[in-house]
């Protein structure tokens, strides 16, 4: 597609479920990022890939937060034993950065968590 | 700690008048500023950036105007239209070379008609 997808758009689920979401970033872009969005604030950073590896992951609140990209294209941000806190909207942005160059993200329309 | 804020939760301007949202950076190490639009039920869209190296950028009827000095950055928004109501986010690299970015609070722009 032309721009980043993520599914699902919304999910609900139970306290203590795992969760995954999914990112498909747009094609050829090698650095990817997911962002956390809590109602009536600007997005948190949560993590970046460059290509495979997770080049910055110090935004995950702790170690129930995950997130792969095997093949460096997409990714998926997995998060286990779900609090209520963790609803908020998960924001993910791809960017066609390489080389430190810092530039433009361009951000899908989120999957939106609600933990009942 | 790096932080980015905006000095006004709301704005309400009148259609067709000129908008400014302000918005105040703590890291003097950020060398690039962008500013996000977003709508309900959407994710951010990208309006205008600015380098560290200007102090102005014009686009279409937005202008972005950096001030290293007092660390403030704003977009001006010419001949404001009722499409232009939405969520308005500052974003700065800070001190990181990731490339990722510290976003403000936001500022929500309300449009008369």
């Known amino acids: 597609g032309a721009g980043v997808s993520q599914t699902p758009s919304n999910k609900v689920t139970e306290k203590g479920k795992y969760v995954e979401l999914r990112c498909d970033p747009i094609?050829?872009?090698?650095?990817l990022y997911w962002y956390r969005q809590s109602l009536g604030q600007g997005p948190e950073f949560l993590i970046y890939?460059?290509?495979?590896?997770?080049?910055?992951d110090s935004g995950l609140p702790n170690d129930r937060f995950f997130a792969v990209r095997p093949e460096g294209s997409v990714s998926t941000l997995k998060i286990q034993r779900t609090e209520r806190g963790d609803s908020a909207v998960y924001l993910c942005?791809?960017?066609?950065?390489?080389?430190?160059?810092?530039?433009?993200?361009?951000f899908g329309e989120g999957s939106r968590l609600t933990v009942l | 700690g790096e932080s980015v804020g905006l000095h006004l939760p709301t704005l309400s301007v009148q259609e067709g008048d000129n908008s400014i949202i302000n918005c105040a950076y703590s890291?003097?190490?950020?060398?690039?500023f962008i500013w996000y639009k977003q709508e309900s039920g959407k994710g951010p869209q990208f309006i205008i950036d600015?380098?560290?190296?200007?102090d102005k950028r014009q686009g279409q009827r937005v202008t972005v105007l950096l001030n290293k000095t007092v660390k403030h950055l704003s977009l001006q928004i010419a001949a404001t239209q009722p499409g232009d109501s939405a969520v308005y986010f500052c974003?700065?690299?800070?001190?990181?070379?990731?490339?990722?970015?510290?976003f403000g609070q936001g500022t929500t722009l309300q449009v008369k008609p």
């Open positions: 974003a700065e690299t800070g001190a990181s070379n990731t490339g990722k970015l510290i």
């Open positions: 890939f460059q290509g495979t590896g997770a080049a910055d």
């Open positions: 094609s050829g872009h090698t650095a």
């Open positions: 890291n003097s190490a950020s060398d690039y």
């Open positions: 942005a791809s960017s066609p950065r390489m080389g430190g160059n810092t530039g433009e993200l361009f």
């Open positions: 600015i380098r560290s190296n200007m």
